[in-house]
């Protein structure tokens, strides 16, 4: 018997056949023994049909609120699948995030779980039911509702498989694991049968999209065994393992992209100590994550341009921030967000020589011209014109035999 945290996407539970099927696997592995533990999203395109319901009210809906509001279609799938359950004979039980209670950090809209009540959870197991929890959502230590964030649903998942010490965690897709590539823009993309922790979480922060990032760092941190698999077939998925439990037999595992980010170049920027502390400290105070950046020296050393990319929807705010900024003084500022990135990641990266230049080769074999770059061991990224994200992924696919 062993002790299983289950998570179902909202593609996976987006219809009420959706749920029902969902409640077989669960039943499945219910007979077989297993202590059940599920995490749902809300049912698919809930979500945003919710946030567009605010927006009809206040373009900037108050944020207390917002978390009520949307951690209610979560709420529905866990009271439906366990209604679900309950008719096949699976006893169960759904609970709320303050009901367990799941205590997170105050932030609204995107709170940080800093504690999990397993008493009551525990108290449902015993009596051999299974417990269906709404995933995206806990509640602060003032009572109020909060949300973890898009995708928060696989951080509840993974949060509750550590503090329940759980043999594995399922996360359930609408894919059968982890891809190459993505599928549906590349179709002789192949499932990767087994990945490690780092290359996992680089993939997610890439632009992969089958889990959050943040998910598998927790994962990473205190070594929960993930399986990211299909809701829709019986096939094996995509185990995420330890570094040192894989034997790399390719450099390159997958090719990511992401077409979230946006470029900002400010000219002629007084080169002097302390001048990009100066630019990033505002941009850092309102919660702008900044990724690449490239600093150009003058010949003269007296001023330099300097580049960097963020996500796509903070750049009228970063521009905003950085035109308010009496601290620095440059020529020009220019933006562009019609970029993407495109990144490679791999553990054999680390030790195979010329990764860069042929990755580098291959695009220019294709006339895509580089924007900026970024690296570290296991990844190497670039931010090109958005018009040849395609045609990029489809050289590196194979030219790092991915196909």
Same mark, same amino acid.
């Given at each position: ?19 029902l099927?969902?409640?077989?696997i669960?039943k ?6 297993n ?14 049909e919710?946030?567009?319901?605010s ?13 009520v ?5 979560e ?17 169960s ?52 509702i ?7 649903s ?30 549906n823009?590349?179709?002789v ?15 997610? =922060?890439l632009?992969?999209?089958? /889990?959050? *990032?943040?998910?598998?760092? !927790?994962?990473? $941190?205190? &070594?929960?065994?993930? %399986? ?34 946006a ?47 963020i996500k796509?929807?903070d ?11 009496k601290?620095?003084?440059?020529k ?10 495109? =990144?490679?990641?791999g553990?054999? /990266?680390? *030790?195979?020589?010329?990764? !860069?230049?042929? $990755?580098? &080769?291959s695009?220019? %074999? ?38």
């Amino acid at each position: 018997m062993a002790k299983k945290v289950l998570k179902f996407g909202g593609t996976s539970v987006g219809t009420i056949d959706r749920i029902l099927h969902v409640a077989k696997i669960i039943k499945k592995e219910y007979v077989a023994g297993n202590d059940i533990i599920v995490i749902v999203s809300a049912m698919s395109g809930r979500t945003n049909e919710l946030i567009n319901q605010s927006k009809s009210i206040a373009e900037n809906f108050n944020k207390r609120e917002l978390d009520v509001l949307l951690t209610s279609g979560e709420q529905v799938t866990s009271a439906l699948l366990s209604g679900a359950l309950i008719e096949i004979g699976v006893n169960s039980k759904s609970c709320l995030n303050w009901q367990i209670p799941i205590l997170t950090e105050g932030e609204h809209s995107n709170a940080r779980i800093v504690n999990i009540g397993i008493k009551k959870i525990n108290e449902y197991l015993l009596k051999k039911e299974v417990v269906v929890i709404p995933g995206f959502q806990g509640i602060s230590k003032f009572g109020d509702i909060t949300t973890i964030g898009r995708g928060g649903s696989d951080a509840t998942a993974v949060a509750v498989a550590k503090i329940l010490g759980a043999d594995t965690c399922e996360i359930y897709t609408d894919v059968d694991g982890v891809f190459s590539t993505d599928p549906n823009k590349i179709p002789v993309a192949k499932k990767i049968d087994k990945i490690s922790y780092d290359e996992m979480l680089e993939l997610s =922060s890439l632009g992969a999209k089958v /889990m959050q *990032s943040s998910a598998v760092q !927790t994962a990473m $941190m205190y &070594k929960v065994p993930l %399986e990211v698999k299909s809701t829709f077939t019986d096939r094996p998925g995509t185990k995420i393992f330890d570094q040192e439990s894989l034997d790399y037999k390719k450099s390159v595992t997958g090719v990511a992209y992401s077409k979230d980010d946006a470029k900002v170049t400010l000219t002629s920027v007084l080169d002097k100590p302390g001048v990009a502390a100066d630019i990033f400290e505002p941009l850092s105070k309102n919660q702008i994550n900044v990724d690449m950046v490239i600093q150009n020296i003058s010949i003269d050393h007296k001023t330099t341009d300097i580049t960097f990319t963020i996500k796509r929807d903070d750049l009228k705010k970063t521009i905003e921030i950085i035109k308010n900024n009496k601290n620095i003084k440059y020529k020009d500022l220019a933006h562009d967000d019609k970029v993407s990135k495109v =990144s490679i990641v791999g553990a054999g /990266m680390v *030790s195979t020589p010329g990764i !860069t230049y042929k $990755m580098f &080769k291959s695009l220019a %074999e294709e006339k895509i011209n580089i924007l900026a770059i970024s690296t570290s061991e296991i990844k190497l990224s670039v931010i090109i014109n958005e018009n040849d994200t395609l045609k990029a992924i489809k050289k590196l696919h194979t030219i790092f035999d991915l196909d």
